[in-house]
Structure formats: structure tokens, C-alpha cells
């Protein structure tokens, strides 16, 4: 019988990316940043997609300083516009060859924190349709510029789908009391959690459809991560957490390098949660 090195893969090379493209959307943000780390320090090209041209490149630069010897391709991307999508997704092939990896991780709280952080009652349709458009409407645009582009390469991929906790449970009112972000009163809006709920119903959709042609879909929902909220909150919400804590941007990591590789070569349709066990209660 040959030894096990000859019948499978290490284990330490079921994560290895390299020579593989990625793409990460909402690349700059608080979340993205980590993401962008953990695929290129394991090999992957990455292309970091934001809003502005300015906030992919300032990203770039920071995690270029970090991780000399990896490549990372800012890249300015509204994923709302399909327009725009286009133009970047074309950018990205021009200068990595092949899609490997689509990390479709951008989403918004939108330009007026006032307007996003309403109360149900007081909602605008405005504003649900601009969540909607980032946080959905972009998922879908990315997903399918991307996807096109896997199925004509024929050799599959992996998709990954930031969702959230609060795409499969409700928030708790009780955690908000007295709780502020950016000076605001703070809430989870429905339209955020109608947004992250439809994701996990793309993602199913997508791993379905895509199965037979090697496109791996999944989705990824982090608990709570400390950015910027008030003392208040943090103790709030950790006392719900069975860890007793809320989770760190790099405590994501883990599970997308595991999405994104082929450690998880046998796993699609599924949506992976990171949130120190407040679902499991």
C-alpha cells in the first residue's frame, strides 16, 4: 500500500491558493481588509474592489506594506451599477488571466446613518431600495459577471458569499438599549436582515445550478465584530454570546481561506457561522 503523501494531498496544501485569482468586493471595509489578507498570504492574486479608487488603493497599499511579496490589484467597483461590475471584472481577468475565487463580501449602511438606523415605522423606501442595491443587487451582478467567466474557463471555482447572524436569527431590541454607533442610536434594520437573509437564498440557489459545472457557492455570516460601537453595546451583546465576547475581523479568516480552498473541495450550498455560539441558544 503507498503511503498516505501518495494517496492525498497534505493537509497543509488543501489550503495552498497560490496561482490562483480572487476577487474580494467591499475590499477596504473593516471586514474586507482581513479577508483580502488571509487569500493572499496563502498564494492568491488579489483583486481589491471598493467603491472609490481611492479607498481600493489605500487598502492595497496598506496590506502591500504588510505582505511585501504578495500581489494585490485595486480596483474601483460600485458593484450596484452593472456597468461597473463589468468594467472591473474585465480589469481583474485582464490582469490575473483566470477568476478562481469570488469573495462577494461589499455591503452598506449606506451614506445617511440617520436615515439607515430609522425605525421600522419611519423607514423610506429610498433607503431600503439603497441597501438593497448593494447588499443584493450587487451579490447578484458579481456573482453572475464572475460566474459567466468560470463556466467559460470550465474549470470550476469557489464562490463566497458574506451574509450575516442576523440573516438567520432576529436581533434582540433588548441588546440596543443605550447602545450608539457614529453617535447614533443603535439597530439592526430590517433591511439589512431581509438583505443578508436573501443572500443565503442566492447562495443555496447558486450551488444548485452551478454543481455540475465545479462552481462551489457558499456563504459566510460572522456574528458581532467590534467596530466602533459604545461600551454599551459590547457588553450588551456579549453577554448573549455563549464565548462571552464579540468577534475580532480576523476571527473571519479562518472560514473564508477554508471556503475559498480546497479544503472545502466537497462543500457547497452551505452557510458557514462565526459567531462564537449566540446562534446556537
Not at 443605550?178 to 431581509?194: K, V
Not at 465545479?214 to 454570546?241: A, C, D, K, M
Amino acid at each position: 500500500m503507498p503511503p498516505p503523501e501518495s494517496r492525498s494531498p497534505r493537509v497543509a496544501e488543501l489550503f495552498s491558493l497560490e496561482g490562483r485569482g480572487a476577487i474580494v468586493t467591499g475590499a477596504a471595509g473593516i471586514l474586507g481588509r482581513p479577508f483580502c489578507a488571509v487569500l493572499a498570504a496563502y498564494g492568491a492574486r488579489v483583486a481589491m474592489l471598493d467603491v472609490t479608487e481611492k479607498a481600493a488603493a489605500e487598502a492595497a497599499d496598506a496590506l502591500a506594506r504588510e505582505l511585501p511579496r504578495a500581489e494585490f490589484l485595486p480596483v474601483a467597483c460600485d458593484v450596484s451599477r452593472p456597468e461597473s461590475v463589468r468594467k472591473a471584472v474585465d480589469a481583474v481577468a485582464a490582469r490575473f488571466g483566470a477568476i478562481d475565487i469570488l469573495h462577494n463580501n461589499a455591503a452598506t449602511k449606506t451614506s445617511d446613518r440617520s436615515a439607515f438606523l430609522a425605525r421600522f415605522e419611519d423607514y423610506t423606501l429610498a433607503t431600503w431600495r439603497e441597501i438593497m442595491a448593494v447588499n443584493l443587487d450587487g451579490m447578484f451582478l458579481m456573482a453572475q459577471a464572475v460566474g459567466r467567466r468560470m463556466l467559460e474557463r470550465g474549470r470550476g471555482g469557489s464562490i463566497v458569499q458574506t451574509a450575516s447572524i442576523y440573516g438567520i436569527v432576529a436581533s434582540d431590541p433588548r441588546t440596543y438599549e443605550g447602545s450608539e454607533y457614529e453617535g447614533h442610536a443603535l439597530n439592526t434594520p430590517a433591511a439589512y436582515a431581509a438583505s443578508k437573509a436573501a443572500v443565503i437564498g442566492l447562495t443555496r440557489h447558486l450551488a444548485a445550478y452551478w454543481a455540475p459545472h465545479g462552481i462551489r457557492v457558499n456563504s459566510l455570516s460572522p456574528g458581532g465584530v467590534e467596530s466602533g460601537q459604545n461600551e454599551t453595546f459590547n457588553q450588551r451583546y456579549s453577554q448573549r454570546v455563549p464565548l462571552g465576547r464579540m468577534g475580532r475581523a480576523t476571527e473571519m479568516q479562518g472560514a473564508l481561506l477554508y471556503l475559498a480552498s480546497d479544503a472545502s473541495s466537497y462543500v457547497t450550498g452551505q452557510n458557514i457561522v462565526v459567531d462564537g455560539g449566540l446562534s446556537s441558544w
